[in-house]
């Protein structure tokens, strides 16, 4: 993918914590275990040679398990930890040379962020808390608050401006998060594992909550989670860290598909992969005994959703991909998916 | 086959060896001491000077001579001295003394009592300023308007100075690490010296005299208010900070917006503390000249007469009351962040018109009439509380001998005056061999090193016998509030009831100056060491009660679950399970209570309690015994820093991860 089409474009980005960072930055140290590194060096390689790009509108999820180095990598991203090294590129800014006043400016108005603990100010209003950015912007108070009474609405939070966060629900103080974070209108989003604090009912409506916003929207938006379902759910692409480095990057259905290590491969097992792979992926040449039924399918359907219609037809049904019949599936062949035999 | 040895199993041995080699160290020392009873104990007569005493002496002679003309003076303490004695004669001028040419101050006592209870109305509850209205009512009543008057005036130029100096300070400390670790190890010196150290080097600076007083009681309380506006900015949760910091706000903006508002109520409650301390320290400079109840509490205890002394500690105790539950009414307020509603906000402005005008009122009447402007004589119980209070304490002590005189000579003759002969009265190089010895195996090399250097220090001071009499002392007084402590704090550590109903004694008991304990205890046991030790005693049991009692309620919930459901019996629950497990919390309040204890002890010296402290009171009057003081003091605040250390490396040494 090349930069200049990129919304957000991270090369080679290093957090080392620790006496001399800068030592370990490309080293073979910074590939030890991590308690080997310490020991040796007394530093953690948090975050190791990280390099991606997130087009205009896509949304990137960053996933791995606590320790893993996704909430630094989020937090160097817009500097709020100073990274060792590497870049950040922020639709052909290079945010790692902009001064104190620029990265101020850049974070009023380009990019903002959403938190795990929501991190809304206790002793404001929630429209006040809404309009914090702007606020600190200069924007006049009338002004400040049309624009955060518009965010209001969108996130649906009607009726609450002039509450304090304490007297909302946890799902209610981040509707307010995410209002706070779209009140700029932003041109990159960073969400911080944003509804791990929440139960698992509401979590479920804030997800589908951010897809709308996104579907109306289009932000682009880098989303941190370590909940590999929320993950596959809102990612157009996700990457998978473990101890500091990117293990895989790659749509849902690639890392299902094809996970790149036993590691990956460990944290999808659970996954149906009947819900996330698409026919393409099961698609095989006709046998000698079979006769195509005529009926066709897109090759980009999820499984499940062919289900129907490949039962139904009685016979293989050909998988077409840009016009042209790629192979054929049969019941048989979903079945085997659902019914969780290992299919590649 | 190779054997293996398991780290766990080394362990057990070890502790068991360290206990038996303080064991038979002790009983060497014991037995040595017995040998060389009174032998090189350097032992100095009180009016006699050392080499090092006498040449203190003769440098504070020569500050003092150099109080007009020397540039440190003349550019420095001067200008600091006037302008703090400005200050605080504007502030007392209001309340408390004459104005100007006038007979009354600009305020009199009706309309001061509407002013008090105003401000604690606009800043807490309507309940609340009742209350201070008739406590401050009630230091008239006992016939100590002016003094109490006076103590509040002084308490408030030092609070508002201190916390000029101590909030931004306290920020700034909050906000940049460097700053913390420079001021860190001044707070922590502060915390563990003796008010009675820093009064005499201050009054040769600054003059005896309310500018005096004002400055210690500010080195005093400044770092009470920095410690905990510190704390408070740092507790201010990350997440708040970070999205603050991630919408692109200055340094400013934040603090301002963000840290300041989510941190105001620690603030406050260091706002609480420095008055606290303040006031308690104000009633001891009276020491070094500070106006108020102070004065008549310490000739109260010169002249031994307990009533009149009982009286104005009450009245001390009255502003405590006060100004302790005014501000801690204004930290419940700060619970939580949401407002009042509309309605409320307005019944509440109301409200707050109506005391405005009320309290003009009062204010215009105190300035025009007689009997608004000067405390009527007609209303003073002042001289039946201490005829009561004498005889109830001649009742107790003629009673109740066994428990006031019993207890004493026990205490005396039973703990202090055989370890006095071990400490004071051995050879000194004994007792440096054996303490450092001890603070070898307590605390390893780093403890052994500084204990050896600063009883070396003290031996060449020539203070050596009186340090070892003040330090049996406190030794012995720790002993028993540990013992007091530990029994009291296991049980509010494990029963909540327990807690509520003895948390607001522990709570008032730790608001109160040390000072008001003297009163009584020198009533009960006369002139003597132990009025010194059984001051000590109950000044330090609340912060002891409270730190073990919450390292009990501390132990996690699933080990005590473990033990009980393996048959333990409760003794053997407390025992076995809970206090081992406590363990770094019992050194903590060990620690605390020696601290605690050396503040008090060394006051103790006003009422016969002899060591350090009465040396240090002796150079105050004594001009040719002022080095001596001098050097007294300095003295405490060596055993202070040893003390502190041993105990610190002892903390370090149990909570350092064993391998």
Same mark, same amino acid.
């Given at each position: ?344 | ?127 609340? $300023?009742?209350?201070? /209205? ?5 230091? #008239? *009543?006992? &016939? !100590?308007?002016?003094?109490?008057? @006076?103590? +509040? ?124 301390? $303040?006031?308690?320290? /104000? ?5 070094? #000249? *500070?106006? &108020? !109840?102070?004065?008549?509490?310490? @000739?109260? +205890? ?139 195996? !307590? ?217």
């Amino acid at each position: 993918m090349s930069n200049n089409s990129s919304a957000i474009s991270v090369k080679n980005l290093w957090q080392v914590f620790g006496p001399n960072p800068e030592k370990i930055v490309d080293s073979p140290d910074a590939r030890l275990p991590r308690a080997e590194l310490r020991e040796k060096t007394g530093n953690t390689a948090a975050v190791q040679d990280v390099s991606f790009d997130v087009a205009p509108g896509e949304v990137f999820v960053v996933m791995g398990l606590s320790g893993s180095g996704k909430s630094t990598l989020v937090r160097c991203l817009t500097r709020l930890i100073e990274p060792t090294a590497g870049s950040v590129v922020l639709n052909g800014e290079n945010i790692m040379e902009a001064n104190a006043a620029r990265l101020r400016e850049l974070r009023r108005t380009k990019f903002s962020m959403v938190f795990q603990n929501f991190g809304l100010l206790p002793h404001r209003k929630v429209i006040d808390n809404i309009a914090f950015a702007l606020e600190v912007n200069g924007v006049s108070k009338e002004k400040r608050h049309a624009r955060a009474n518009e965010v209001i609405e969108l996130v649906g939070l009607q009726g609450f401006a002039y509450a304090y966060p304490e007297q909302l629900s946890g799902g209610m103080q981040q509707r307010v998060g995410l209002a706070r974070a779209l009140a700029v209108d932003p041109e990159v989003m960073f969400l911080d594992e944003p509804f791990s604090a929440l139960d698992p009912l509401i979590r479920r409506d804030m997800q589908t909550e951010v897809i709308r916003l996104h579907e109306e929207l289009g932000k682009t938006m880098v989303f941190i989670t370590h909940d590999l379902s929320e993950a596959l759910k809102l990612g157009d692409r996700i990457a998978i860290m473990r101890d500091g480095a990117v293990v895989q990057m790659g749509t849902a259905e690639e890392l299902i598909a094809n996970p790149a290590d036993a590691y990956v491969e460990d944290f999808t097992r659970d996954v149906p992969k009947s819900h996330v792979l698409t026919v393409r992926t099961i698609a095989r040449p006709l046998a000698d005994s079979e006769t195509a039924t005529g009926r066709t399918i897109p090759a980009d359907t999820i499984i499940r959703d062919a289900t129907a219609a490949v039962l139904d037809a009685n016979g293989p049904v050909g998988v077409v991909e840009g016009g042209n019949i790629i192979g054929y599936i049969k019941s048989r062949d979903i079945l085997q998916v659902v019914g969780g035999g290992t299919h590649a | 086959m190779s054997v293996r040895t398991e780290p766990a199993i080394k362990i057990a041995p070890k502790s068991i060896r360290r206990s038996w080699l303080l064991g038979g160290l002790l009983i060497i020392w014991v037995a040595v001491a017995q040998i060389l009873q009174g032998k090189a104990t350097l032992e100095l007569a009180v009016p006699e000077n050392s080499k090092f005493t006498a040449w203190a002496g003769e440098v504070a002679d020569s500050i003092r001579d150099n109080r007009n003309d020397g540039l440190a003076f003349k550019y420095f303490f001067n200008p600091i001295r006037e302008f703090v004695d400005g200050f605080v004669n504007i502030i007392r001028e209001f309340i408390a003394i004459p104005n100007g040419s006038s007979s009354i101050p600009v305020l009199g006592w009706l309309g001061v009592i509407s002013l008090i209870g105003f401000v604690v109305f606009a800043v807490s509850n309507v309940r609340m $300023a009742f209350a201070a /209205v008739a406590l401050t009512f009630a230091c #008239g *009543a006992l &016939g !100590l308007w002016t003094d109490s008057m @006076d103590t +509040l005036a002084m308490t408030f130029a030092a609070v508002i100075l201190s916390l000029a100096i101590g909030i931004p300070v306290g920020i700034w400390a909050g906000l940049s690490d460097r700053v913390l670790k420079v001021v860190t190890p001044i707070l922590d010196l502060a915390q563990i010296l003796p008010t009675l150290v820093y009064l005499a080097p201050l009054a040769l600076f600054f003059l005896i005299g309310p500018a005096s007083a004002t400055i210690a009681t500010m080195v005093y309380s400044i770092p009470i208010a920095v410690r905990l506006t510190a704390f408070g900015i740092r507790g201010v949760p990350t997440s708040p900070v970070e999205a603050g910091t991630s919408m692109g706000t200055t340094k400013r903006q934040l603090l301002r917006k963000v840290q300041l508002p989510m941190s105001s109520r620690t603030i406050i409650m260091g706002i609480n503390q420095t008055v606290m301390a $303040a006031l308690s320290f /104000v009633v001891i400079a009276a020491l070094i #000249g *500070a106006p &108020g !109840l102070g004065k008549p509490v310490i @000739d109260a +205890l010169i002249i031994r007469n307990v009533g009149d002394g009982f009286v104005a500690g009450i009245a001390v105790v009255l502003i405590a009351i006060m100004l302790d539950r005014s501000t801690s009414a204004a930290i419940t307020k700060k619970d939580t962040f949401v407002p009042p509603s509309e309605a409320d906000r307005k019944r509440r402005k109301l409200a707050l018109i109506t005391a405005g005008i009320a309290a003009i009122v009062g204010i215009v009447l105190s300035r025009q009439m007689a009997w608004a402007a000067f405390f009527p004589k007609q209303i003073d119980i002042g001289s039946q509380v201490a005829n009561a209070s004498d005889s109830a304490v001649t009742w107790v002590t003629e009673n109740m001998e066994l428990l006031t005189a019993g207890l004493s000579k026990a205490v005396t003759v039973g703990v202090l005056n055989p370890l006095e002969s071990i400490l004071a009265n051995s050879p000194w190089y004994l007792t440096i061999a054996m303490i450092t010895l001890i603070s070898l195996i !307590l605390g390893g090399i780093r403890s052994a090193i500084v204990s050896a250097t600063l009883l070396i220090a003290v031996v060449a001071t020539g203070l050596w016998y009186d340090t070892m009499i003040t330090f049996t002392q406190t030794i012995v007084a720790t002993m028993l509030t540990m013992l007091v402590g530990v029994v009291l704090g296991v049980w509010i550590g494990r029963s909540v009831r327990a807690e509520r109903a003895l948390r607001p004694i522990l709570d008032a008991g730790q608001t109160l100056p040390a000072f008001v304990y003297l009163i009584p205890m020198l009533g009960f046991f006369g002139p003597s060491r132990f009025t010194a030790i059984a001051t000590g005693i109950l000044y330090s049991i609340p912060i002891v009660v409270k730190i073990v009692g919450q390292g009990i309620r501390e132990v996690p919930v699933n080990m005590v679950e473990a033990a009980t459901s393996t048959g333990s019996t409760k003794w053997q629950l407390i025992t076995k399970v809970q206090l081992p497990a406590a363990k770094k919390s019992l050194l903590l309040a060990t620690n605390q209570g020696l601290i605690f204890v050396l503040a008090v002890v060394v006051i103790g010296g006003l009422v016969g309690g002899g060591g350090l402290g009465y040396l240090v009171l002796l150079g105050s009057s004594k001009p040719e015994l002022q080095g001596k003081g001098l050097v007294a003091g300095f003295c405490i605040l060596l055993l202070g820093v040893m003390i502190d250390r041993i105990a610190q490396y002892m903390v370090a040494r149990n909570s350092a991860p064993k391998h």
